[in-house]
T-cell receptor, first 113, second 113 residues
Framework: GAVVSQHPSRVICKSGTSVKIECRSL??????MFWYRQFPKQSLMLMAT?????????EQGVEKDKFLINHASLTLSTLTVTSAHPEDSSFYIC?????????FGPGTRLTVL | AQSVTQLGSHVSVSEGALVLLRCNYS??????LFWYVQYPNQGLQLLLK??????LVKGINGFEAEFKKSETSFHLTKPSAHMSDAAEYFC???????????FGQGTRLTINP
């Protein structure tokens, strides 16, 4: 149980385009999901908290207009990187919360050329 | 505010030897503590967690950790290392409900044949 999927696992796009990443809880419902960013050989940095049916809460320093989050159902949250630039290249990981624990997806490697 | 310190960014042990990964935390409220493992280019997998109750927690793959409040520690151990244990390990702390995880910087575990 408690499986979280992400799609796509890897994406390459041109600078200026937008990219959408999906995060799904496969066998449970999650009112709260989280989006993290991880730079090479570093720890995870929380970007935002996504609550089903309401606006996401962004961490300080994260541009809400660049990283659009939608949590339209209890099993799906999406992260859209708008007008992507090379500095947005990173590993993006989502998690879904059940009482007391977060379960993580496999991550999405974004490369912006 | 909560914080986590993982002592040793890189730990190397021989196959069959004891694995000890150190984690100290800071929290003004009773903490929830977690160990996650990350294999290359993958998401995080929950190894074990402490919320309340028994301070010695057993997890998957033969790992265990002991919550020591007086030492503010939650060190991860495994009696006998296996080659498949080579990965990055993250300690994390949260308040009740795992609403927001604070991660340590991670420890890379290398297993020597």
């Amino acid at each position: 149980g408690a499986v979280v999927s992400q799609h796509p696992s890897r994406v390459i796009c041109k600078s200026g385009t937008s990219v959408k990443i999906e995060c799904r809880s496969l066998d449970f419902q999650a009112t709260t999901m989280f989006w993290y960013r991880q730079f090479p050989k570093q720890s995870l940095m929380l970007m935002a908290t996504s609550n089903e049916g309401s606006k996401a809460t962004y961490e300080q320093g994260v541009e809400k207009d660049k990283f659009l989050i939608n949590h339209a159902s209890l099993t799906l949250s999406t992260l859209t990187v708008t007008s992507a630039h090379p500095e947005d290249s990173s590993f993006y990981i989502c998690s879904a919360k059940v009482p007391d624990t977060q379960y993580f997806g496999p991550g999405t490697r974004l490369t912006v050329l | 505010a909560q914080s986590v310190t993982q002592l040793g960014s890189h730990v190397s042990v021989s196959e069959g030897a004891l694995v000890l990964l150190r984690c100290n935390y800071s929290s003004s409220v009773p903490p929830y503590l977690f160990w996650y493992v990350q294999y290359p280019n993958q998401g995080l997998q929950l190894l074990l967690k402490y919320t309340t109750g028994a301070t010695l927690v057993k997890g998957i793959n033969g790992f265990e950790a002991e919550f020591k409040k007086s030492e503010t520690s939650f060190h991860l151990t495994k009696p006998s290392a296996h080659m498949s244990d080579a990965a990055e390990y993250f300690c994390a702390v949260s308040t009740m409900g795992a609403q927001k995880l604070v991660f340590g910087q991670g420890t890379r575990l290398t297993i020597n044949p």
